[in-house]
């Protein structure tokens, strides 16, 4: 005896091969697992990201008087000024990042936005791709994506966010 289901005949014997019995479970979904250098290498991804949110802590984006800085945050950490400013007078398209990402960290939007506007975009990111980083190494299926191209995707956005605050930044000062 055939089922007739559409167009297709589905013989009665294959549908009784099926155990209909409600205190079985299902099987559960198939999800990739991660290869042990994929959760490593996210492993140390979120180590850096959790050390580039602690540094920004740690760093002061205020000036003597209490007031926020709008760049130069990055100097405390031994580094040189920004080469392109100190030559041509135009800030590069990180000037005020690691400023911005401080006062993130110490809870001053208005004035993160103020430094840079992009550095609250990359911090968000940031931030979210960390705790994605963490799950993945601790073994949570990490979906679609892998840890390569969350990082390609991390770098791409916050880049073309600097870089158009940069050309805004462009050409307000080349209309003055």
């Given at each position: 005896m055939t089922v007739i289901s559409g167009t297709s005949m589905t013989p009665i014997c294959e549908l009784a091969e099926w155990n209909y019995d409600t205190r079985q479970t299902p099987p559960p979904l198939p999800h990739p697992v991660l290869s042990r250098k994929e959760r490593a290498a996210a492993g140390g991804f979120a180590v850096l990201g959790c050390l580039v949110f602690i540094i920004a802590a740690i760093l002061s984006p205020y000036d003597a008087a209490g007031q926020p800085l709008s760049h130069g945050t990055h100097r405390q950490l031994g580094l040189p000024p920004c080469a392109m400013k100190a030559l041509t007078g135009v800030p590069c398209p990180s000037c005020g990042m690691t400023t911005s990402i401080s006062l993130i960290m110490h809870g001053d939007l208005t004035a993160a936005s103020e430094a840079n506007w992009a550095g609250i975009l990359v911090a968000g990111l940031g931030l979210m791709t960390t705790v994605w980083l963490i799950a993945v190494a601790a073994g949570i299926p990490a979906g679609s994506l892998t840890v390569?191209?969350?990082?390609?995707?991390?770098?791409?956005?916050?880049?073309?966010?600097?870089?158009?605050?940069?050309?805004?930044?462009?050409?307000?000062?080349?209309?003055?």
């Open positions: 390569d191209e969350t990082i390609k995707w991390l770098t791409i956005t916050g880049s073309t966010a600097a870089l158009l605050r940069w050309l805004a930044l462009l050409f307000m000062w080349f209309r003055q």
